[in-house]
C-alpha cells in the first residue's frame, strides 16, 4: 500500500473507515485530476461510494478485495490505517500499452 503522491498516470483509491458502536462505515472515493477551466461542473472526486457493516473485520475485507479487484498490488490481510490512499498504476486497471496513452 502506498502513501506517497502518485505519478500523474496512477489512479489513487482513497478510503475513510468510520467506527462506532453498533457499525463501521467505509467511504471510498478517487480524487479528480486537477481542475479543468473547461468544465464548470467540477467535483473533488471522480467517484465517491459509502457502505456500512456490521464488523470491521467485514469491511475490511471489502476493501481489501475492492483495491485488488481494481490493480492495487500491496494490500494488508488487516488492520488497515482508519484513513489512506492507495496507488493503482495505470497500466495494471486498465491493461493499456503505454503507446495508447495521451500525453
Not at 502518485?6 to 453498533?22: M, T
Not at 475485507?61 to 484513513?83: I, K, Y
Request: some cysteine; proline content about 10%.
Amino acid at each position: 500500500m502506498s502513501l506517497s503522491s502518485s505519478p500523474k498516470d496512477d489512479h489513487v483509491v482513497c478510503y475513510r473507515l468510520s467506527l462506532s458502536p453498533d457499525r463501521v462505515k467505509l467511504r471510498l472515493w478517487e480524487p479528480a485530476p486537477l481542475p479543468n477551466p473547461q468544465y464548470s461542473d467540477n467535483h473533488p472526486y471522480l467517484y465517491a461510494a459509502n457502505w456500512q457493516f456490521q464488523h470491521l473485520s467485514e469491511a475490511e475485507a471489502f476493501l481489501r478485495n475492492h483495491l485488488r479487484a481494481n490493480g492495487a498490488a500491496e494490500v494488508p490481510e488487516s488492520e488497515f490505517p482508519t484513513e489512506g490512499k492507495v496507488t493503482i498504476p495505470l497500466l495494471i486497471t486498465w491493461g493499456l500499452d503505454k503507446s495508447l496513452r495521451h500525453g
